[in-house]
């Protein structure tokens, strides 16, 4: 097989993106599409002249496709790649994989058992130059034990009319969270995949602060990390200018982004001579710093996004490739988003892995209320 016939489901802003650059890469036949709304599917059936399916289910069923693309709803994400994955249809999952981590860990017992079907993420950011470049650099020891990190990501303003463009947008029923769910999977994804997972999450959420909403709008988060590192997280829709910072702090020195300040290629990397904790310890001086060298580094433009996700995709079909973003490492970003809710709503810490019932129950709670 050269090339594989995809399906993509939900055929809205993502699912419409995707679908103008699939025809940059030949390893990919787009050959048919599905929405519950049915403008929105016939609009993409007469573009591309694909088969439409109102039921994605039927779709995945048709022997008209080797593998899908889900680009509905976060809710819809884990029972579309459940039933992909058990048809032995290779799936890639926009972000998040879910809305919870306990409908994420379902879908990973399915994809576990079936380690030939392909499971993705569309974590695109991954493929970045920049971003695995700066993991490069951490697991090269560059800036030697990880004491600290911090991301302030507030460049993701968003409108009232934003929100009222979409039902589901900023509901619990409909997308289960705010800007958690559906602006920072990305950052947390990021941050899961440089440094793991945190151990324990404490958040303050400002809860429909800015807009007329159901969701958090706005969250500062403390992380504290196994090795004793700590972390903070800012971020949220309602600030403009908005701020990208992005700093990673080891014994052995420190790495910034700041695409703002910096430009979206440039790494900032200043090395100390020795480790800052060795040199505290031992040196005689009492007003000192450790020597340190800095280094603007310039990393390739080569390209990344949604382009290269496609890629991986069909190269870890077709040849058997590494995935850049598999599906079962979403599970992370979607629990640090649970948890920092119920960190917020709660006014307490929450440990990782959480405790995935409860927070079910939560979610639920918050649902049946906004019913009344
Ligand atoms: N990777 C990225 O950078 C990125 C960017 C934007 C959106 N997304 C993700 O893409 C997903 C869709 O977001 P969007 O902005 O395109 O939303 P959207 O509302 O524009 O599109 C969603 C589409 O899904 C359809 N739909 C709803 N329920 C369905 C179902 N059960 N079966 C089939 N179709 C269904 C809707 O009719 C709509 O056409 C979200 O999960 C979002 O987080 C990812």
């Known amino acids: 097989m050269s090339q594989i016939r995809l399906g993509v489901i939900g055929c809205g802003g993502m699912g419409q993106s995707h679908m103008g650059v699939f025809k940059e890469n030949p390893k990919i036949k787009f050959t048919a599409a599905s929405d519950s709304f049915q403008s929105n599917l016939d609009k993409v059936v007469s573009t591309y002249g694909v088969k439409g399916f109102t039921d994605g289910y039927e779709l995945i069923k048709s ?45 990973d017992v399915v994809a576990r058992a079936n380690p030939h079907v392909k499971y993705a993420v569309n974590y695109q950011n991954r493929s970045l130059s920049r971003w695995s470049k700066v993991r490069q650099m951490i697991q090269a020891g560059a800036i030697g034990k990880i004491q600290r990190v911090h991301w302030t990501i507030t460049t993701w303003y968003r409108t009232q009319a934003y ?24 950052n947390l994804d990021l941050l899961c995949w440089l440094v793991g997972p945190p151990k324990r999450v404490t958040a303050r959420i400002g809860v429909a602060k800015y807009h007329k909403i159901q969701v958090e709008d706005e969250v500062i988060a403390i992380l504290d990390y196994d090795n004793g590192a700590m972390g903070t997280f800012v971020t949220t829709t309602g600030e403009a200018p908005g701020t990208d910072y992005f700093e990673i702090v080891g014994d052995k020195g420190k790495i910034t982004l700041s695409p703002q300040t910096l430009g979206p290629l440039t790494i900032e990397w200043v090395s100390n001579e020795v480790s800052a904790i060795e040199f505290g310890r031992t040196t005689k001086a009492t007003w000192a710093t450790p020597p340190n060298c800095k280094h603007v580094i310039t990393v390739p433009d080569t390209g990344g996004g949604v382009k290269a996700m496609h890629a991986n995709f069909a190269n870890a079909i077709l040849e058997g490739e590494p995935l850049i973003a598999p599906g079962i490492e979403g599970i992370h970003s979607v629990e640090m988003a649970n948890a920092m809710i119920m960190s917020g709503l709660e006014n307490r810490p929450i440990d990782l892995p959480m405790d995935r019932e409860a927070y079910e129950t939560l979610l639920q709670g918050l649902i049946a209320k906004h019913k009344k």
């Open 63 to 107: 022997g008209l496709v080797d593998a899908v693309l889900v680009a509905t709803p976060h809710y819809f994400h884990p029972p579309y790649a459940i039933a992909a994955i058990q048809a032995g249809v290779h799936v890639l999952v926009e972000k998040p994989v879910s809305v919870t981590a306990k409908a994420a860990a379902e879908v």
């Open 163 to 186: 929100y009222d463009s979409g039902s589901w947008r900023a509901t619990w029923e409909g997308e289960g969270g705010g800007v958690l769910l559906n602006q920072c999977p990305h």
